[in-house]
């Protein structure tokens, strides 16, 4: 047995005891090398797998595979928000929890997508000082939250696009390709983020946008309590079956030709509390998608009626001014499909 092996085996021994411990615990039982060599050891055998680490600095703690339940499964950081890079960050996240680097491999890749656009997100939008982010376990949920504390993504968004209230700002977000600095960034982030969660919630100033999968459907919520800046949740199962890819797919028209070119837009969300009469709304749900989309979707679940005005102004004038879109209408009753059907498309 080498010296390497032995010190091994010291490790090993003192583990079984400790169950999690520090390098500082192996001081007393190694005396025979240098605190520097020992630490050579102890990270050749985290990289075997031999041993797991969380935590960072005087707060790092070892223990074995078989003991993974000792470690906590939750980190919280608090970042400035200077030359700051979301790849930096998730790296800070994991360096400081194990569990992250044991997810199912589609799950790893989701949280790796979604959490580093909603920090990209903070970092370049939202103008606060500070950035929060915390990642933990509960059950069988995976969670992360990005908080900020500056302008708020609806406050934003309405400034930006010019529009009348941050209920429209939320529907705008909703769409997909909504950027506040189209130079620098795509709009893609939050849109497919929801997509890949199981439960996806963007609060801001005492507004709440809540995207729920798993029984598909989205809400708009007020709270009580203002949330100064922005605060991004999201949920998924550690044992999903959900794949970035697949949700990529299904917001491509031509899968060869790749690109994200389609959209599904849920009208109830456009109602503000009225039945669907006016051409005012047809033009808020079909405002800024020419010359984005391909093709929309228009998801007509839990509308009780349209009106022909509605109607005529997205399937006879909108479908005329861009014979190159494709609209297509789903979950539609059979009045709404009635209403639809009379209108005289071009």
Do not use: C, W
Request: charged residues 30%; proline residues 2%.
């Amino acid at each position: 047995m080498t010296a390497k092996d032995q010190i091994k085996q010291k490790i090993k021994e003192i583990s079984e005891n400790k169950r999690k411990f520090k390098a500082s615990d192996l001081s007393s039982g190694i005396d025979s090398v240098s605190r520097q060599y020992v630490t050579e050891v102890l990270k050749e055998m985290v990289v075997n797998g031999e041993l797991l680490r969380e935590g960072g600095g005087r707060y790092t703690v070892y223990t074995l595979p078989k003991y993974v339940d000792l470690l906590a499964n939750r980190v919280k950081k608090r970042f400035k928000n200077e030359s700051l890079d979301e790849d930096m960050i998730l790296d800070s996240v994991k360096s400081g929890t194990n569990f992250l680097n044991n997810l199912n491999d589609n799950v790893s890749r989701i949280f790796n997508y979604a959490f580093t656009e909603m920090v990209n997100n903070a970092i370049h939008h939202s103008k606060s000082e500070n950035i929060e982010v915390e990642v933990y376990k509960s059950g069988n949920n995976l969670i992360f939250v990005v908080n900020d504390f500056g302008i708020g993504v609806f406050k934003n968004v309405m400034k930006k696009k010019n529009l009348k209230s941050e209920l429209e700002a939320m529907q705008e977000i909703l769409k997909g390709k909504t950027t506040t600095i189209p130079s620098d960034h795509s709009g893609e982030g939050i849109f497919f983020t929801s997509k890949v969660s199981d439960v996806f919630i963007l609060e801001s100033y005492g507004l709440k946008l809540r995207v729920d999968n798993l029984i598909n459907d989205i809400f708009y919520e007020e709270e009580k309590s203002e949330k100064i800046g922005t605060k991004v949740t999201f949920i998924i199962a550690l044992d999903s079956s959900r794949l970035t890819d697949g949700v990529f797919l299904k917001y491509q028209t031509d899968p060869e030709e790749g690109g994200f070119d389609k959209t599904e837009i849920r009208v109830k969300l456009f109602a503000g509390g009225s039945i669907y009469v006016s051409r005012s709304q047809a033009r808020r749900i079909m405002d800024g998608l020419a010359g984005k989309f391909k093709t929309i979707i228009l998801d007509y679940d839990k509308v009780p009626t349209v009106g022909q005005a509605f109607t005529d102004e997205i399937y006879r004038v909108f479908q005329s001014k861009h014979p190159e879109i494709t609209i297509k209408s789903i979950n539609m009753n059979r009045v709404v499909e009635f209403m639809i059907h009379r209108v005289d498309h071009p």
